[in-house]
């Protein structure tokens, strides 16, 4: 349920700079996960400042991995529904519930970011390596109760059904 070690360090840190360097420096006290997650809301509000700031960290001689900087071309950020974890991977089904995914941590599995599984919670997947990964940036989760995780576990029979599943690659839109 975790990306391979190697991959992951590669892309974390490529993802760490680009998001820093978006973020900026408004605040010397900011705790370093809240300017991730506000360069990541300006990352998403405007796809154009990627190739900007990939220039600015080259300029400054900070390592870019290039799959990583496609990868991270293909991040969407949105409330997903978290059900559970397999041996495999941990289930997401979009937020419009069209398509699930098969989706990997990048050092953490899902349900330990969060302390459990069957919820909805704001995060950020993305294709890398062949894989649907979540960038562990993790915000707003709310628990669904058994109802609800019974009526999105027969969506995701029914997509599966309908092949609206990927553990390799996020849907294009």
Same mark, same amino acid.
């Not at 760490?16 to 809240?34: I, M």
């Not at 600015?56 to 799959?67: H, S």
């Not at 071309?73 to 059900?83: D, G, H, M, S």
């Not at 995780?149 to 029979?157: D, G, H, K, T, V």
């Given at each position: 349920?975790?990306?391979?070690?190697?991959?992951?360090?590669?892309?974390?840190?490529?993802?760490?700079?680009?998001?820093?360097?978006?973020?900026?420096?408004? #605040?010397?006290?900011?705790?370093?996960?809240?300017?991730?997650?506000?360069?990541?809301?300006?990352?998403?509000?405007?796809?154009?400042?990627?190739?900007?700031?990939?220039?600015?960290?080259?300029?400054?001689?900070?390592?870019?991995?290039?799959?990583?900087?496609?990868?991270?071309?293909?991040?969407?950020?949105?409330?997903?529904?978290?059900?559970?974890?397999?041996?495999?991977?941990?289930?997401?089904? #979009?937020?419009?519930?069209?398509?699930?995914?098969?989706?990997?941590?990048?050092?953490?599995?899902?349900?330990?970011?969060?302390?459990?599984?069957?919820?909805?919670?704001?995060?950020?997947?993305?294709?890398?390596?062949?894989?649907?990964?979540?960038?562990?940036?993790?915000?707003?989760?709310?628990?669904?109760?058994?109802?609800?995780?019974?009526?999105?576990?027969?969506?995701?029979?029914?997509?599966?059904?309908?092949?609206?599943?990927? #553990?390799?690659?996020?849907?294009?839109?």
């Amino acid at each position: 349920m975790l990306l391979e070690p190697q991959w992951s360090t590669a892309f974390i840190g490529s993802y760490k700079s680009l998001l820093l360097e978006l973020a900026g420096s408004e #605040d010397k006290n900011e705790r370093v996960l809240d300017a991730l997650v506000r360069g990541r809301g300006k990352l998403i509000q405007d796809r154009s400042v990627v190739a900007e700031s990939l220039t600015a960290l080259r300029a400054r001689n900070i390592p870019v991995d290039e799959e990583a900087a496609e990868a991270i071309q293909t991040l969407r950020v949105a409330r997903w529904v978290y059900l559970r974890d397999t041996r495999k991977h941990s289930i997401f089904i #979009d937020p419009a519930a069209e398509m699930a995914y098969g989706v990997v941590g990048l050092t953490n599995r899902i349900k330990e970011i969060i302390g459990g599984s069957g919820a909805v919670i704001e995060t950020g997947l993305f294709t890398y390596k062949q894989r649907v990964v979540c960038d562990g940036l993790v915000s707003a989760v709310v628990w669904l109760g058994s109802n609800y995780r019974r009526s999105f576990n027969e969506q995701l029979s029914a997509l599966r059904e309908a092949g609206a599943f990927s #553990d390799c690659a996020l849907a294009k839109r």
